[in-house]
């Protein structure tokens, strides 16, 4: 494959659900912090349709699961003690998804810029990513609390692309997550869904322009799109 396309693009990806399998990790801290208030663990399946929303949406959903109605102030109090253990072990279970280190390993030497535009906080994101080796790879990370606006508002990707030096005419948005998506598609942005992440819609609706199943799919549709900017 020619791969002149890569160099001087921009590849920004979401993180959770994306670049890292972070639920098992997530799951553990909310029912950390739900046995504290003496609610029952719930399962992975009530929790991971609200991953790409942060944690406090992760608790008022599974306290809902109980059939409860999550108070504002008990859901602040329990996201203090999510984040306190998610922060002490963020990488205990949480791993890059198969043939993603490859593809940046490529992506990397072909000259493409790297970024990470994500709604988890910059400084559990940078530590995520340090914890698994992975930060050298992106030239920016930018979270939910860096800017004054975050995903799906398009400021928070372009923002993402100007940090890495790079130019919105030859970037590309990877996601598991309509936020992603939408962020994309309001910056003019292509994206690329991922099927195997935490989608918050079927992966039929999420909406993106291509949608991969596997890191293995990923460089040959990310060269169709920026061939297809590109005329």
Request: with cysteine; hydrophobic share 40%.
């Amino acid at each position: 494959m020619n791969d002149s396309h890569l160099n001087g693009a921009t590849v920004v990806f979401d993180l959770d659900g994306t670049l890292i399998d972070t639920a098992p990790d997530l799951i553990h801290a909310v029912n950390h912090a739900l046995a504290i208030a003496g609610y029952d663990a719930v399962p992975p399946s009530a929790v991971r349709p609200f991953i790409a929303f942060g944690g406090r949406r992760m608790l008022e959903e599974s306290i809902r699961v109980s059939g409860l109605h999550p108070d504002a102030e008990q859901v602040e109090d329990l996201f203090q003690h999510f984040t306190d253990h998610y922060a002490a072990n963020i990488a205990v279970d949480s791993r890059p998804y198969p043939g993603l280190l490859d593809a940046l390993d490529h992506l990397g030497a072909k000259g493409a810029r790297m970024g990470v535009c994500t709604n988890k906080r910059e400084s559990l994101s940078r530590q995520l990513l340090a914890a698994l080796g992975m930060d050298h790879y992106f030239g920016a990370i930018v979270g939910r609390d860096t800017l004054s606006v975050y995903k799906p508002h398009p400021g928070h990707l372009t923002t993402t692309i100007e940090r890495v030096g790079g130019r919105v005419e030859r970037a590309v948005m990877i996601g598991d997550s309509t936020i992603d998506t939408t962020a994309a598609k309001a910056a003019g942005v292509p994206a690329i869904a991922v099927s195997f992440g935490y989608p918050d819609q079927p992966i039929e609706a999420l909406g993106g322009d291509v949608l991969i199943h596997g890191y293995g799919e990923l460089l040959p549709e990310l060269k169709r799109l920026l061939d297809q900017r590109s005329h």
